[in-house]
């Protein structure tokens, strides 16, 4: 059975960088897409960016994220990262990284594994 684990969660303030890393291990059936979410307080649990495991490694990102995380991968490490810069108080939320089935959407569709999530916290 797959497993996904988080690390890198923590309290930094307005404008700082935090890089979450998520890492696989086990057996992990039939990835396409590798994505990360986050969950704030009362809201829903929702997606930030995903990366496509294909050759080319087709990047998207919610607009709320846009130009200030980056999200990439090692598949040698079975790791998938996401660095975030210019860290703003509404980024904060439990983080979760994800495998996909299908389509590499900004969506929860088809999502096969969840990690346990990390803490991100942005307050001065």
């Known amino acids: 059975q797959g497993q996904l684990v988080e690390s890198g969660g923590g309290s930094v303030q307005p404008g700082g960088s935090l890089r979450l890393t998520c890492t696989a291990s086990?057996?992990?059936?039939?990835?396409?897409?590798m994505a990360w979410f986050r969950q704030a307080p009362g809201k829903e649990r929702e997606a930030v960016a995903t990366i496509s495991l294909s050759p080319g490694s087709i990047v998207t990102y919610a607009d709320s994220v846009e130009g200030r995380f980056t999200i990439s991968r090692d598949n040698g490490k079975k790791t998938l990262y996401l660095r975030m810069t210019d860290l703003i108080p509404e980024d904060t939320a439990m983080y979760y990284c994800?495998?996909?089935?299908?389509?590499?959407?900004?969506?929860?569709?088809?999502?096969?594994?969840w990690g346990q999530g990390t803490q991100v916290t942005v307050s001065s």
């Open positions: 086990g057996s992990i059936y039939s990835p396409n897409c």
């Open positions: 994800a495998v996909k089935h299908t389509a590499c959407a900004l969506n929860a569709d088809s999502v096969a594994y």
